[in-house]
């Protein structure tokens, strides 16, 4: 049983587009946060570790540096992705030299950038525009992780709803994809609140999300709330089941670029189940292959080769 018999992935997404796997390549651009350098706050979110995204030691090579050096390429052409905190939150003629230059590079068919909702200027977006103009594949990718205001509030995000809808608007009206990233398991959050962001998300428009259970990690605000008893993590079931059911509300033409997150070094603190990948997806499959696939809850199931997954 493969889980994308069940739901739209963006991996078939690019083999249809392309005619063959595409692989994304992290990047790390050396960027900061306005919610770290105290233009809205420092610290960062609850969850954010100070040194998480730092590049892993790349911080100082160059974006073809980088590029020439990626680890496990398992594929002939790739996606730049510039991962690493806000990949906008610069200088627009830094932020062109870099990605023009990974855009540059040979193979590199395409860019997705990952950044915050409030951190997505009209000058980006006509940045990215071009490349899109180019032929490229352009993706924003905009770290929501909850429709719920009074949930940003809580986890110190310095942004709320409204600041994602705009920067929605304002990217595909020009015609750039929009994946969204969400957390399940965040404070004071049950499936209501999970059910009530991805309608929200979809109400306004997108192309593809990422879902990723909570982490905690070494040196977060919500890693000393986790020691003290004052927050918990859900196990693998209960994620999955949750994660199942977003994706069963979901309609078939969204695309998902993961059901779950993995963290393989030494900064996880909970849940462990995390630090391996792919018992999660299957247990996704497995619900999803009982009770049906995306889109099925809303009389809408995705269609894989000509099968209804209802």
Request: glycine fraction near 8%; charge should be negative.
């Amino acid at each position: 049983m493969h889980i994308n018999q069940y739901l739209n992935t963006y991996g078939d997404y690019l083999k249809r587009r392309f005619g063959q796997r595409v692989q994304k390549l992290s990047l790390s651009g050396n960027f900061t946060c306005p919610n770290r350098d105290g233009t809205l706050g420092r610290g960062g979110c609850t969850f954010c570790n100070v040194s998480s995204f730092s590049g892993k030691g790349v911080e100082n090579l160059s974006i073809s540096e980088q590029l020439s050096c990626a680890p496990e390429k398992r594929s002939k052409i790739f996606l730049a992705y510039f991962q690493a905190y806000t990949s906008t939150y610069a200088e627009l003629q830094l932020l062109k030299k870099m990605y023009s230059e990974a855009l540059e590079f040979p193979n590199i068919v395409g860019i997705c950038v990952g950044t915050r909702p409030d951190c997505v200027s009209d000058e980006v977006l006509d940045l990215l525009e071009r490349y899109l103009h180019e032929g490229k594949e352009v993706w924003l990718e905009l770290g929501l992780q909850s429709a719920i205001d009074e949930t940003l509030d809580l986890i110190n995000r310095h942004h709320y709803f409204a600041d994602y809808a705009d920067a929605v608007y304002r990217a595909r009206k020009r015609g750039i994809k929009v994946c969204t990233h969400l957390i399940i398991g965040l404070p004071g959050e049950e499936l209501i609140h999970n059910l009530t962001t991805l309608q929200m998300v979809v109400d306004e428009g997108v192309d593809a999300l990422k879902l990723h259970q909570l982490h905690i990690v070494k040196g977060s605000v919500m890693a000393a709330m986790y020691l003290r008893g004052e927050i918990q993590v859900l196990d693998l079931d209960e994620y999955a089941k949750i994660a199942a059911r977003l994706i069963q509300y979901t309609p078939p033409e969204i695309m998902y670029e993961r059901v779950g997150a993995s963290v393989r070094d030494s900064s996880l603190i909970a849940p462990m189940w995390s630090t391996q990948r792919w018992p999660c997806i299957d247990r996704i499959g497995e619900i999803l292959a009982e009770n049906g696939g995306q889109g099925s809850a809303i009389g809408r199931p995705y269609v894989y080769d000509g099968i209804s997954r209802g």
